[in-house]
């Protein structure tokens, strides 16, 4: 339905516990947020009313503005630079209608007539959750073509003096680093030109008054940008006492073209909001995610054994079979062959594109292989990397105008490999075909896609920059490719799993996270080490989503030894799998592993289904995570110990303890292992104790009900 309104009539947008109000300013030219919070924060006052006042700026600098070209707001940063060839930068743009949903979806539109330019702001409230997502729509109304600088997804204004964002930075195999930084005034940004997100910054911020505490009550705002390609957040302390957050896509050749009666739609923002704090918007979002997997969610997470630690390239039938002999003897229920399956692959310089068994190493056949393996009681599950091409493959050599490269420059080798330009339809049809090919001739159940190298020399031959519209937009041609291709197979294949992975956690957004089920967060399984990269992820990311493996890995950065232990209880805190060479674990380690893996296969409902509290932090002497189901009446606990002992028993101390949260606090609880029965109101004020020691230094608890 559409309607004109005076700028003092908010449209209100309605969440399971928010609510989310856009106001025009007062000269009916663009829009500014009103109110964001929990229901009822539109009653009342505007916590973003301002003055009005500006001295050397204009109101639209000042404004907490939704969305604002360059010509608008000359000098605060817009979220859209638009012009023509050769003319001037800027769009002056006013208000033209809007349609709204009731109180679940509204579009807001915009249009420039002398640029030829109409802008359509998008809002849509994803159902049972607290998430907006947000976008932006960009059509060429006019006879001449548009260039398009910049065209953020949108903006997305908090009320704080001073801010504390929170985001997650590090490198490859030490990922998702939760980091903090106070932003009194200024800029602050993020970005990836490396054609997936990276392994130094997620696409993720979240944002809080400075003076309230980071857990808790308080008021946290988040963003997340859904979209696998190039990218950039940042964020603005602005001189009217606001922070204002801009994200979107970061155009690979500076700018990208848009015809007449073309359109360009930006990706996905999702825009969340908790009063309680970092852990309330964590669980925000995984309720999300719960909702992007659809029912896929109802997949159990089976108990992944995944051959690359033990065995590396050097893949022979033999070798894996008495592995996935001593994984099924443990209760494993999947087993993966990694890395090396292939012809010409027996270390990184060769044989990526030719995707065949390689006969070598299953002399008996393939297909014979896979039974044996399934005859022990496991899926079988394969690694593959399609969008790379090794330069000796047979597909190189047939199709070398596939990969991205310049006329006339040499091509970057990484990891001895160069990456194919998944934006060519041919391209799309042959890794299709490939993965179909695969899954339709063997039996695989479980398809992990890795992407170990970024694009370097981003071209494509016969393309010419000045002359082809395509030739500014192949990030996005990638990126619209690698989406249509897994989402035909997973239209294709429904029954298998697939787990996306990109150098470890180099490709995780929620456009990858909808289209897989689980998601490799690092190649770093050391415990230390892993326990951090899981911590940062799960405030981002469900565990459902998280693989996990058990190693023998000795640590990077955190170099301390942890007990086989603590390896499981980190591992069941997400997605089980064992990465480790168990054909070398004594029979201790393997009881041992066996014991974790039955009590995961208890627990994985409530771990991969329930509400998550975040218990400390790995930097304390004792953290932890807690998992309980929507009615409380299990609860699941994973602790760890990660600082200094208490000296006992040489001198006096008393067990650490974790304080649980939101349980009925008349309630009684029952330790299933212990059978010690706790009030709720005592675990949740005096909390669980643990008497840590160098051999105990993680525990698992399992609390029902009573």
Known sequence: M?????????????????????????????AELSAWGPHGIETGPSPMQWSRRTHFLTPADAAPAEHLPQGLRAFTGADLIAHHPGGPRGSWYAFTGADQDGDQALRLHFDDELLGLRTTLHYQVVAGTDVIQRWTELTCTGDRELRLERFDSAAVNVPVDR????????????????????????????????????HAYAPWLAVQDATAPAHGPTATYGIALAWPGNWRISADAEPGGAVRVRAGRLPDQGAVRLAPGASLTTPVLACAFSPDGLDGLARVWHRYERVLAGERLL????????????????????????????????????????DGWFPGRHDDTGGLGDWYPDPEKFPEGFDHFIGKVRALGLDFGLWVEPEAVSPDSQLYAEHPDWVYRLDGRPATLVRNQLLLDLGRAE??????????????????SYLKWDMNRPPTERGRPGLEPDRDVEYQDLDAAHVAGYLRVLDRLRSAHPQVTVEGCAGGGGRIEHATLARTDVLWPSDNTAPMDRLRIQYGYLHAHAAHTMSSWVTDAPGLFDPRPRSLAFRF??????????????????????????????????????????????????????????FH?????????????????DGAPLVPGRPARLRLRDLDPAAGYLDQDSGTRYSGAHLMHAGLPYAWTAERDAELTVLVRT
């Open 569 to 626: 209880v980190t591992a069941i805190s997400g997605v089980l799998g064992i990465g480790a060479d168990i054909r070398a674990w004594t029979e201790r380690q393997r009881e041992e592993a066996a014991g974790w893996i039955a009590r995961y296969k208890q627990v994985r409902d409530v771990v991969h289904h329930g509400e998550v509290h975040l218990l400390n932090s790995p930097a304390d002497p004792t953290c932890g995570l807690q």
């Open 427 to 444: 391209v799309q049809e042959f890794v299709l075909a490939t993965l179909d090919r695969l899954l339709s001739s063997h039996d695989i």
């Open 163 to 198: 801010a504390r964002l929170t985001y997650l930075a590090g490198q490859w195999s030490q990922e998702f680093q939760l980091t903090q930084l106070e932003l009194a005034r200024g800029r602050f940004e993020m970005t990836s030109s490396q054609g997936v997100p990276g």
């Open 299 to 338: 997949r159990p997470r089976k108990v992944l054994y995944n051959s690359w630690e033990a065995t590396g390239f050097d893949v022979r039938a033999t070798d894996q079979l008495e592995l996935a002999r001593t994984a099924a003897e443990l209760g494993v229920e999947l087993f993966v062959v990694d």
């Open 2 to 30: 559409s309607r004109l309104v005076s700028p003092t009539d908010p449209w209100i947008l309605r969440t399971e516990h928010t609510s989310y109000a856009v106001a025009l300013d007062p000269s009916g030219r663009w």
């Open 629 to 645: 189901t929507r009615d409380r009446d299990r609860v699941v606990v994973t602790a760890w110990s990660t600082g200094l002992l």
